[in-house]
Structure formats: C-alpha cells, structure tokens
C-alpha cells in the first residue's frame, strides 16, 4: 500500500507559477513510476506528466515547456513545477504512483488560474 498526499495547489494569475509536492509514504526509488493527472470540470482524467524510477520523463503536449516533473529521493518526493500557467490549467491535480500492477491515487489538490 503506498500514501500519496499532494500540496501547493492554490489560486493564481494567468503567467504565474505554482509547483505541487507529492509526498509518498515510503521510499520513490522503489515505485515503477509516478505521475501528476488533472481533471478539469466535466472533462475526463488526463495525464499531465511522469517520471519513472530511472529517472525518464514525459509530459502531455499541452504543457510541454511549461511544467516539469521532478524527484527527490531522499524526500520520497515528486514534484510539478507549472510555470505560464493558463486558465485551461484550472483543475484538480492527482499523484499517481504504480508499483508493479498497481495503481495508487492521492485526494488531489485544486489548482485554479484566473484570467
């Protein structure tokens, strides 16, 4: 069973920045992969980047050069740092962790950008 709680959501302009913390409840290195997903309203999960163990990352097309994924292992920590956020980037982001054939989801933390 692994924890996931995510932290730094928040209201900010459009052109600010934010960056989300997802802490785990045991060590990162160990986990397949982790990723942040959205879900704006009405709209169906997507993913927004991830990271796995080796260090590889991918992000969506829709926020390419404008958030990173990072980890830190010795936080047992992945972060998303959003820079020129846009309004569309309204939603609630999600932590994901998988560990071999399973998938585990924090409560998610609510980013909102103004115009």
């Known amino acids: 069973q692994v924890q996931l709680v995510e932290s730094g959501g928040g209201l900010v302009q459009a052109g600010g920045s934010l960056r989300l913390s997802c802490a785990a409840s045991?060590?990162?290195?160990?986990?397949?992969?982790m990723g942040w997903y959205r879900q704006a309203p009405g709209k169906q999960r997507e993913l927004v980047a991830i990271?796995?163990?080796?260090?590889?990352?991918n992000v969506a097309d829709s926020v390419k050069g404008r958030f990173t994924i990072s980890g830190d292992n010795a936080k047992n920590t992945v972060y998303l740092q959003m820079d020129s956020l846009k309004p569309e980037d309204t939603a609630v982001y999600y932590c994901?962790?998988?560990?071999?054939?399973?998938?585990?989801w924090g409560k998610g933390t609510l980013v909102t950008v103004s115009s």
């Open positions: 990271i796995t163990t080796g260090g590889i990352t």
């Open positions: 045991q060590s990162i290195s160990r986990l397949n992969a």
């Open positions: 994901n962790a998988q560990l071999f054939l399973r998938y585990y």
